[in-house]
Structures are given as structure tokens and as C-alpha cells.
């Protein structure tokens, strides 16, 4: 059964009396085409309505939905012959980074995902896709592998954040994110970075420093959650949906402000709806970033890398 998110409550309703009606024209034989053809027309027309002016925190919802495709969706779509690989080789390996070698519409790749986990058992598995330093320094050997072997690497990026806990702590989590970044600053090959759900803060930009940076129309990128800066600014969680508004943490604000490359569209209701359509997509937008990107050197690469990300610090101070 479709989860519906708070705000799609009227589509709910709707796609539930057709689902009924359908049911009901299989055991009784009775043709009611018509009346569920204009309640399918309704639906959505409703689903165009609400998709047509989410406000940033409805999308912060969509970003987060638990049947949106995460990272280890978009490997097994668009990653053929993939070798997953494993551990730091300093203390662990870490579930809430997957990564590996494959190819990506016939080109040899690695390939990095922050993934969540789809049902209980494996968000656990995955720290529900919070990394700790080994996974940051799993993401730093892998992209450093890339690097001698003239890969090029491409990140699918949903997290809420590092995980927070006293054991990251310890180990150096602070560290190991800002090896990571540096990792992806300093790679001669391409580095494409893709937020597929949410991106956030550190945790996300790990990942996701790259030549070009992608976004879902409806993933969400910011340097700390709603919940949270409204725990910071207002003492009260509740403020989520105006911190969310202040953030300017939508794929369409980011864009305008330059701080990232492109939007990828999702279909009607979001990339949960139809997951193969979303991912074709992801893959059509990640060949064309990729494209330009591996006739570079390396020097030009990383020149041009560096310029990118210090034109957003010099833009800000405008």
C-alpha cells in the first residue's frame, strides 16, 4: 500500500475510492468505467495542483519519503557489473556508504552512495545512512583508487547528516569528512555528485564536492535540517516549516543561488511514484554533466574544480 504523505491526504481519498471502485467492478461484474475514469482525471488533476506549489517544507516530506529511491536504487539501475567494496583499511567498514566499481552505460566508473536503507531491518543496518569516520574514510580510499586508475566517480548522495554520536566523535569525524571533501577537491578524474534525497550538512558535502552537482527536483541540500535550526534559532522543533522557508534548502534555491548545476525532474508526485522513470532520468542528467567532463586533463579538472567552489564563496560575499 502507497504511503501518502500529510499533505496528499485529498489524493489519498480519491486514489482510495478508485482502488474500491476497481474492486468492486472485478467481484460484482459491474461497469463503472466511466465514474472511475473521472475520478482517475480528478486524482490527477488534484496531484498536479499540490505537486505544483509544494512549500519548502512539503518538500523536506518528499525528499524524506520511504519509498523514494535511494542510493542503492540508482547502483542497481545504472551501475552494471558492480564490485562492491569494503572497509578503510584503518578500523571498520561502514553500511551507511556503499561504493565500488561498475559501469555506467558502458564506462568503467566508481560508483558512492550515503544509503538509508528501504524497511526497518536494513535502515538500521545503514544507520539509517549516517555516516562514521570509516565510512568518510572509505569514500576518501575509494575516490583515491579512481584517481590512480583514471576512474571517474559518481556520487548518489542522501543523509540527513553524519551520525553525531560520542563513538564518531572519538574516531574523528570532523577529520575524516574534511579528507573526504578534500579527497573529491583533489581527484584528477570527474567527480559528478547527485542528491537523490536529502543532503545534509557535512555529511552530504563529503560526498558531494564535486564537478558538477545534481539535484532531484524534490531532494532538499542545507546545512542542517528544518528540525533542527528550528531547535537552534526558536528553542522549538515545531518551527521546522518556517526554518525550511529560511533555509533555502529546495533544488529550484539552490540553482538560482548558483550552488548547484542542475535539476533533475521527477515525475508527477514525486520520484516515490514511478522509481523507474525518476532513476532514467537520473541517469540521462548524470551522462550529460559526465559527458564534457572526461575529455579534461587532470590539472584543467582540478583548476576548474577549484574555481567553481571558490566563485560560491566569493558570490555570498557580494
Known amino acids: ?55 519548502p517544507w512539503q518538500k523536506t516530506q518528499v525528499a524524506r519519503h520511504p519509498e523514494r529511491p535511494k542510493a542503492s536504487d540508482c547502483l542497481a539501475a545504472l551501475i552494471t557489473d558492480y564490485t562492491p567494496l569494503a572497509g578503510d583499511r584503518a578500523f571498520a567498514d561502514d553500511a551507511a556508504v556503499v561504493g565500488g566499481l561498475g559501469r555506467f552505460r558502458g564506462r568503467a566508473v566508481m560508483v558512492l552512495g550515503t544509503e538509508k536503507g528501504s524497511d526497518t531491518e536494513s535502515r538500521v543496518a545503514h544507520n539509517f545512512g549516517m555516516a562514521r569516520p570509516e565510512g568518510y574514510r572509505k569514500a576518501r580510499r575509494l575516490i583515491e583508487l579512481a584517481g590512480r586508475f583514471g576512474l571517474p566517480v559518481l ?13 564518531a566523535e572519538a574516531r574523528g569525524q570532523a577529520e575524516a569528512i574534511a579528507r573526504s571533501i578534500e579527497a573529491c577537491l583533489e581527484a584528477p578524474v570527474p567527480v559528478v555528485a547527485t542528491i537523490i534525497g536529502e543532503g545534509g550538512s557535512g555529511g552530504a558535502i563529503a560526498l558531494a564536492a564535486g564537478d558538477a552537482v545534481l539535484m532531484m527536483e524534490h531532494a532538499i541540500y542545507s546545512v542542517i535540517s528544518p528540525e533542527g535550526c528550528a531547535a537552534i534559532l526558536w528553542k522549538d522543533a515545531a518551527q521546522a516549516p518556517a526554518a525550511a522557508e529560511a533555509l533555502r534548502l529546495t533544488a529550484d534555491d539552490l540553482k538560482r543561488l548558483k550552488l548547484i548545476d542542475a535539476v533533475i525532474a521527477e515525475p ?10 525518476a532513476l532514467a532520468a537520473l541517469g540521462d542528467a548524470v551522462q550529460a554533466a559526465l559527458a564534457p567532463l572526461v575529455t579534461m586533463e587532470p590539472a584543467a579538472l582540478k583548476a576548474r574544480r577549484r574555481q567553481k567552489f571558490v566563485e560560491m564563496g566569493r558570490e555570498a560575499l557580494l
Open 1 to 55: 500500500m502507497r504511503h501518502f504523505l500529510d499533505f496528499e491526504k485529498p489524493i489519498a481519498e480519491l486514489e482510495s475510492k478508485i482502488e474500491e471502485l476497481r474492486k468492486m467492478s472485478e467481484s460484482d461484474g459491474i461497469n463503472i468505467a466511466d465514474e472511475v475514469a473521472r475520478l482517475t482525471d480528478k486524482a490527477d488533476r488534484q496531484l498536479r495542483a499540490t505537486y505544483a506549489k509544494l512549500t
Open 155 to 167: 556520487t548518489f548522495v542522501d543523509t540527513s547528516g553524519a551520525f553525531p554520536g560520542i563513538d
Open 268 to 277: 508527477l508526485g514525486g520520484a516515490h511514484r514511478d522509481p523507474a522513470a
